[in-house]
């Protein structure tokens, strides 16, 4: 077992929240816009922080930006699942002696207000939300925090994650790197040191 600390991203990493995610900025800058984005030209959104997102495209009303970003999500979440054999995965991993976390975009409100996560509750110790670190991902401040937070050092952990994003916050923060590829990913950029396409790969891979 190479590392102490599995650590992963939340969006199209652990949860097949990409449909429900790029509908949500679709409708949201629709309707605060007036603008009809496609799906296709939102993509780059995913692994922002929503403030980052709303900041690129000029939303000055932050807070009725979130408000209707949240209405717009929850009508949409019904499409939100976790990829295929995830919650066993984590399983298997934590009975192995692996100490699991997350680094995510999201802000903790925001990750508090999606149900699911209450389902990875039993298995991830450390969590560290865009506003539990002084700078988000693609710095590597995330890892720093997680890090100090569990007293390790970034040589005893992999960062897990989708986006280009992800892997330079892994390469800043100076710990390994493993894309998912359970969901959509444009990987032309990301030279992972691991490539993983289910979560069975993970655990022949890590355990």
Known sequence: MKYKHIVFDIDNTLLDSEYALLTT???????????????????????????????????RDLAQGYKLWGEFYKNNHSRVTFFPGVIEMLGKMKE??????????R??????????????????????CSDNTPRPKPDGAPIET???LCGITPSEMIYI??????????RNGGCDFGLSQLGIVEKEKIEADYYFDSAEDMIKTLI
């Open 25 to 59: 900025w679709k409708e949201t800058l629709n309707a605060l816009l007036n603008e009809n984005y496609t799906v296709e030209e939102l993509r780059f959104i995913l692994g922002m922080t929503g403030l980052n997102a709303m900041l690129h495209f000029g939303i």
């Open 96 to 105: 192995a002696g692996i100490s699991l976390g997350v680094i995510t975009s």
């Open 107 to 128: 802000k903790r409100s925001e990750y508090d207000a999606e149900p699911l996560m209450k389902l990875l509750e039993p298995y991830i110790g450390v969590i560290v």
């Open 146 to 148: 997680y890090c100090k």
């Open 161 to 170: 994650g989708d986006t280009y994003n992800d892997f330079m916050c892994a």
